[in-house]
C-alpha cells in the first residue's frame, strides 16, 4: 500500500463517502492528516505529477448514464429562475484576481473550441463511471480572464445549498490549483454522453478534473474566483468536503 492509498482507504473507512458526516478528522488526528495531505501533494507536484494525462476510454466502455451523486436538484431560487428559462439569461462570472472578469453565457461558451473525452469519474464512496464529457478548457477561458502573478487557486462557486441547518444554507464550493486548472483534460463541460449535461449532473455547466475524486468536479457552477488563498472562505480549507475534513488533494 503507497501512503496514498493508504489515505484514501482511511477516508473511505472514517466518512464511509460523500453523504455521511464524521468528526474522526477533526482535532489531532484531523491535524496528521491535514500535514500527510500537504505532504502529498507536494510530492505529487514535484515528482511532476503536472501534466500527465488521466486514462481515456472509448464509447465501447460507457455501459450505463452517469450516476448521479451529492446534488442532483437544485433548489435555491436563483437556480430555478435560471433552470426555468432554459439557461438563457445564466452567466459564468469569472473574477477575483485577473486582469479581466468576465461573464459569459452559454452560447459564449459553447462558441470556443470544444474539446470531448471519456473518463472514468471515481467517487470517495467507492464506486466509479465511465462517461463521455464535452466542454471547454478551463485553461483556455482562465488565459482570457488573464490571471494575476500572484493567483494560486481556482475557486469554484455553486448554485447549490448542500447543507441547510440553522446556520443557513451553505453553497457547494471547491477548488484546484494553477496545474490542474491548466491541465489539458481539464474542462468547463456543457454535456455528457453526446447530450446537454442534466440537472442531476451539474446543469448547465461543471468542472471536469480527471485525476481527481468526484468531489472536486465542481456541478452547478455559478462563479469562478482566483485567489492566492482561501482567506474568507468557509472553513478555509478550499471546498465545501475538505471543511468537513477530506483531503483538499484528492489526486488519483
Ligand atoms: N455543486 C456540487 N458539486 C458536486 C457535488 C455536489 O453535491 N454539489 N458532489 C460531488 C460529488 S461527491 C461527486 S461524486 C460528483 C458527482 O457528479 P455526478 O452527479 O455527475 O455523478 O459531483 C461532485 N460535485
Ligand atoms: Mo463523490
Given amino acids: 500500500m503507497n501512503r496514498r492509498t ?19 478528522r477533526g482535532g489531532t488526528l484531523g491535524a ?47 437556480y430555478l429562475a435560471l433552470q426555468g428559462n432554459a439557461w438563457a439569461d445564466y452567466r459564468l462570472e469569472v ?18 473550441q470544444a474539446q470531448t473525452q471519456i473518463t472514468r469519474h471515481d467517487c470517495v464512496e467507492g464506486w466509479s463511471c465511465i462517461a463521455k464529457w464535452t ?61 446537454d449535461l442534466p440537472v442531476r449532473n451539474g446543469a448547465p455547466l461543471r468542472v471536469r478534473v480527471e485525476r481527481q475524486l468526484g468531489y472536486k468536479m465542481a456541478k452547478y457552477i455559478r462563479r469562478i474566483d482566483l485567489v492566492a488563498d482561501f482567506t474568507g472562505l468557509g472553513r478555509e480549507r478550499g471546498g465545501y468536503w475538505p471543511d468537513k475534513g477530506y483531503d483538499w488533494f484528492a489526486g488519483i
Avoid at 476510454?57 to 435555491?76: C, E, F, K, L, V
Avoid at 473574477?95 to 459553447?110: F, K, N, P, W
Wanted: charged share 15%; with cysteine.
Fill in 6 to 24: 493508504l489515505l484514501t482507504g482511511a477516508s473511505v473507512a472514517a466518512l464511509s463517502g460523500c453523504k455521511v458526516l464524521d468528526d474522526a
Fill in 32 to 78: 496528521v492528516m491535514a500535514s500527510a495531505n500537504s505532504l502529498t501533494y507536494r510530492v505529487h507536484r514535484a515528482l511532476g505529477g503536472g501534466h500527465t494525462l488521466a486514462p481515456e476510454y472509448t464509447q465501447a466502455d460507457i455501459r450505463q448514464g452517469m450516476h448521479p451523486n451529492g446534488s442532483t436538484n437544485p433548489q435555491t431560487a436563483d
Fill in 135 to 195: 466542454g471547454v478548457r478551463l485553461g483556455h477561458v482562465l488565459a482570457m480572464a488573464t490571471p494575476q502573478a500572484g493567483a494560486r487557486f481556482v475557486v469554484f462557486h455553486c448554485f447549490d445549498a448542500i447543507e441547510r441547518g440553522l446556520a443557513g444554507e451553505v453553497l457547494y464550493h471547491e477548488s484546484i490549483d494553477m496545474v490542474d486548472a491548466t491541465h489539458p483534460q481539464t474542462i468547463l463541460a456543457w454535456g455528457v454522453n453526446d447530450e
Fill in 95 to 112: 473574477g477575483g484576481m485577473v486582469g479581466q472578469t468576465l461573464s459569459l453565457s452559454l452560447a459564449d461558451l459553447r462558441a470556443m
